[in-house]
């Protein structure tokens, strides 16, 4: 049981981590803003090339360790697998940077256009939509659930195990209660709570645009947020769905509660990745629809000496809280604003509150 879901774990970074690059907003490669033209130079596909090799690489290693670490019973050698392999994709992702970078100030990619900004307001007095009705497979699992569990809550007995451990036998037990019962129910609706307050945070975020064709790339940028959004409502679907699964180890007296675990985790994964690869295609499409720039239209900012390492954002000059990532999906902080380390403690504190009162508990 341990090692299919490391396996599963394992899975799943690597197809996250095959297709990052593909998130990339368009006019950057490895971090690195670019010239539309330039996203497919010779240094940029060499090393998306090298990174795909290396995530392969590392990613049956990983898989070789933490399944052998789960099925000799070193839980702490498995995760460190996992946790190492998701580390190694900055590795990689960092060397790309170096190298882009490198080829860019060399060839002098940005001598020849000036650099300019531009914005959308539309955004804001015309902000795309929200997709409510893709909320309702999430409302659905949660209502099914909760149905499930009412019928079975009568027959439940008066200690509920909450957690096996990795031989399959029970280790943690609470008292029957609303609560303990309705556990998975209620981290359901956290979940799609959180995940919708996502999409909608999304929908809402600023947008970085082509300035050679502002027009082309704001339509761009709305069909993407709105592939997005839907693709987290679905997200929180799969994961209501996967704690359904769960549930049946505190909602069942037989079976073997391994099979529950790994199903759910099955789920999860097939959604992550289902995830993952409709935001590289969606982001793929629209950059290889690009046409090509127009002799002296103007090239987006060349802000790169903002982001070090092309991952952590630092402009004290800029008023913004939250500027959209250049690696991966989303956000980042803007570590030169006063409020980002607040806010990032605030972050930090919550999984260790959490940690201790659960210990507590």
Known sequence: MAAAIQLL?????????????????????????????????????????????????????????????????LPVLAVLATVGLALS??????????????????????????????????LRTDPVRYPWMWLSPALTVIAITTIYGALRYPDLPDRLVLHYDAAGRPDRYADRTLITAFAPVLAQVLLTVLIAVLAAVALRA?????????????????SFHAVLSRALLLLA?????????????VWREGGSPGTAAVVAAAVVALGVIGGAATMAYAGGAARRGTPPAEPGAPRARDDDA???GGFFYVNRDDPALLVPRRFGLGWTLNFGHPMAWLVLAVILAIPVLTSILAART
């Open 9 to 73: 774990t394992v899975l799943v970074l690597v197809v996250v981590g095959l297709l990052v690059p593909e998130w990339a907003p368009a006019g950057t490669a490895f971090g690195v803003r670019v010239p539309p033209e330039r996203v497919t130079a010779p240094v940029v596909l060499a090393w998306r090339r090298a990174y795909r090799t290396g995530v392969l690489a590392l990613g049956l290693l990983a898989a070789t360790v933490s399944a052998g670490a789960a099925a000799g019973r």
């Open 89 to 122: 994709y900055y590795l990689l992702y960092y060397l790309a940077h170096r190298a882009v970078r490198a080829a860019k100030a060399e060839q002098n990619w940005y001598a020849d256009r000036r650099q300019a900004i531009a914005a959308d307001t539309s």
């Open 206 to 222: 600023p947008a970085t645009l082509d300035p050679a064709d502002p027009v082309r790339a704001a339509r761009l940028y709305r």
């Open 237 to 249: 679907a799969d994961a209501c769905l996967g704690l359904f699964f769960l549930a049946q180890q």
């Open 306 to 308: 903002n982001w070090r």
